[in-house]
């Protein structure tokens, strides 16, 4: 048996057909694209989570981002630089939980 997606362990028994759709279109099609990197679209995700305050969807995409080739340095860079464009409060939020992310398996 194949092991589950991160949508099916978080919302499989409730709401499969939104699972389908991020498991089969999401990233099953638009993240396989070529058209951009993976490492560009998780700095892109990232940044649209900070500046939307999905801060519930930014631990997992911070992970993935690093998986991609983004490194620490470059995205704590990035929600600095958003402060100034998303607000404080926002940044601030993205950082405690990139603090949280980046001291895992420390």
């Known amino acids: 048996m ?3 997606t991160p949508a099916q362990r978080a919302i499989g ?3 499969p057909k939104l699972v389908e759709l ?3 279109v999401l ?7 070529t058209e951009l990197s993976p490492r560009d679209r998780s ?3 990232v940044a649209s989570l900070l ?3 999905s801060f519930e969807q930014l631990p997992n995409h911070l992970r993935l981002a690093r998986q991609n080739g983004l490194t620490e340095a470059e995205l704590k860079e990035a929600i ?8 404080w409060p926002k940044a601030m939020s993205a950082i405690q939980a990139a603090k949280t992310v980046f ?3 420390q």
Do not use: K, M, P
């Open 51 to 53: 500046t939307s305050s």
């Open 22 to 24: 991020t498991d089969d």
């Open 27 to 33: 990233f099953g099609d638009v993240w396989e694209r």
């Open 103 to 105: 001291s895992e398996g």
């Open 2 to 4: 194949a092991e589950s």
């Open 13 to 15: 028994d409730f709401a």
């Open 43 to 45: 700095l892109i995700t």
């Open 80 to 87: 600095i630089h958003l402060a100034f464009y998303a607000g």
